[in-house]
C-alpha cells in the first residue's frame, strides 16, 4: 500500500513539471530533518514574502489556487499538504516526512496532524534560539519537555498571553506583542523526568520499544482512554472539559482550547499508570464516592471496543502475567 502511494506521488512529481514551474516559488529552503509539514511551508511562504500566511489555516484560503489545481491533477491525494509543499518547493516531501504521517495515522500530533484536535503550536524556548523552525515533536500530544533540553514546552507568549502560532516559532517573535518568546523558559530536573517517564519524546516514533509491556501506541491508547473515563466522571460535577471518544477509532475529539487543562490530565494519567494497577485504585478509592467509582471501573475496565485492540481487560491481563 505505501509502496503504491510513493509511486503514485512519484510519477505526479516526474510527470508534473509544466505544471508544477507554474506555482513553484523563487526562494525553496530545504525541508529540515524533524521540521513539521506545516511549520515548512510556513518557513516557505515567509522566506517568499507571503506575510499574511502566518499559520497553517491560512494555507487554503491563500493557496486555494494550486490546491485545486492539485485536486484536478491527482487520482489519489493522501494529505494535500505534501502535494501542496512538493509543488511550491520541487522537492520531494512525502517520503522525506515519513515519522510525521506515523504519528498522525496514530493520532498522536496536536493540530497539525489530526482535525479533531485543538490547534495548538507549542515551542522548546531554548530550541529556538538555537535555530529557528517547528519541530514535529512539539506537536506530539503526550511530549510536554524538551528531551534536549530538560525544559516544559510553551504554547503562549509569557508577556501577553498570547498563543503562539507557527510563524511564532519561525521567528522566535509573539505574534501579537512582538516580544522574544525564547527568554522565558521552566526547567525539569532528570528526577522529575523520571517520574514521569512518558512526558519526554523518545518512544513515540518506534513501536517496537514498549513501556509497562505495551507499545508506545497501546500505551498512548490507554491513556486516552483513562483520560475519558476520569473526566466523564468530573464532567457530571463542573463540566470542565468536553470530551468524545470513538469506540470505532479510538480518536479522542478534545473542544476545548485550554492546553492546561488537557496538560494536567496529561500528568494525572502518567501517575495513574505508573505503579499499576495500585495508582488508579487509590485514586479511585480516594476520589470517588461509591457510585462514581463503580461508573468509573466499570467504564474504564470493562467496557469491550467494538473495533480495534482498545480491551482493558487485554491489557491488565498481560500486565499481571509479567508482573
Ligand atoms: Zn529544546
Ligand atoms: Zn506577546
Redesign the pocket.
Known amino acids: 500500500m505505501a509502496a503504491e502511494i510513493f509511486s503514485v506521488a512519484f510519477i505526479f512529481y516526474k510527470g508534473g513539471h509544466r505544471f508544477m514551474n507554474k506555482w513553484r516559488l523563487s526562494r525553496r529552503p530545504s525541508m529540515i530533518e524533524d521540521e513539521s509539514l506545516e511549520g515548512f511551508l510556513v518557513r516557505v511562504s515567509q522566506i517568499n514574502g507571503y506575510e499574511d500566511i502566518d499559520d497553517h489555516s491560512k494555507f487554503q484560503y491563500h493557496y486555494s489556487p494550486v490546491l485545486n489545481e492539485i485536486k484536478n491533477n491527482k487520482k489519489y491525494i493522501l494529505n494535500i499538504l505534501y502535494d501542496l509543499a512538493e509543488v511550491l518547493t520541487g522537492q520531494e516531501i512525502i517520503r522525506r516526512n515519513h515519522d510525521r504521517k506515523y504519528l498522525s495515522s496514530r493520532g498522536l500530533l496536536f493540530g497539525h496532524g489530526c482535525v479533531w484536535y485543538p490547534r495548538l503550536t507549542r515551542y522548546?524556548p531554548?530550541?529556538l534560539q538555537e535555530s529557528k523552525y517547528h519541530r514535529i515533536q512539539w506537536s506530539m500530544i503526550p511530549v510536554l519537555v524538551?528531551d534536549?533540553?530538560l525544559?516544559f514546552l510553551r504554547h503562549k507568549c509569557h508577556e501577553c498571553d498570547h498563543f503562539t502560532n507557527l510563524k511564532a516559532t519561525i521567528t522566535g517573535i509573539c505574534n501579537r506583542c512582538e516580544r522574544d518568546i525564547t527568554v522565558q523558559y521552566d526547567k525539569v530536573t532528570r528526577e522529575f523526568l523520571f517520574e514521569h517517564p512518558f512526558l519526554v519524546n523518545i518512544d513515540y516514533l518506534s513501536d517496537k520499544r514498549v513501556f509497562l509491556h505495551l507499545t508506545g501506541e497501546n500505551l498512548f491508547k490507554l491513556k486516552k482512554w483513562l483520560i475519558f473515563c476520569i473526566v466523564n466522571i468530573n464532567d457530571m460535577k463542573k463540566k470542565s472539559l468536553w470530551i468524545q471518544y470513538s469506540t470505532k477509532s479510538t480518536v479522542i475529539r478534545i473542544t476545548d482550547f485550554d492546553i492546561e487543562k488537557i496538560n494536567d490530565y496529561l500528568i494525572l494519567t502518567d501517575n495513574l499508570i505508573s505503579n499499576w494497577p495500585e495508582n488508579i485504585i487509590k485514586y479511585a478509592n480516594n476520589n470517588m464516592i461509591l457510585e462514581e467509582r463503580q461508573h468509573f471501573i466499570n467504564t474504564f475496565f470493562k467496557r469491550k471496543h467494538s473495533y480495534g485492540n482498545m480491551d482493558i481487560i487485554n491489557f491488565l491481563n498481560r500486565i499481571k502475567v509479567n508482573s
Open positions: 522548546c531554548l530550541c524538551c534536549k533540553h525544559c
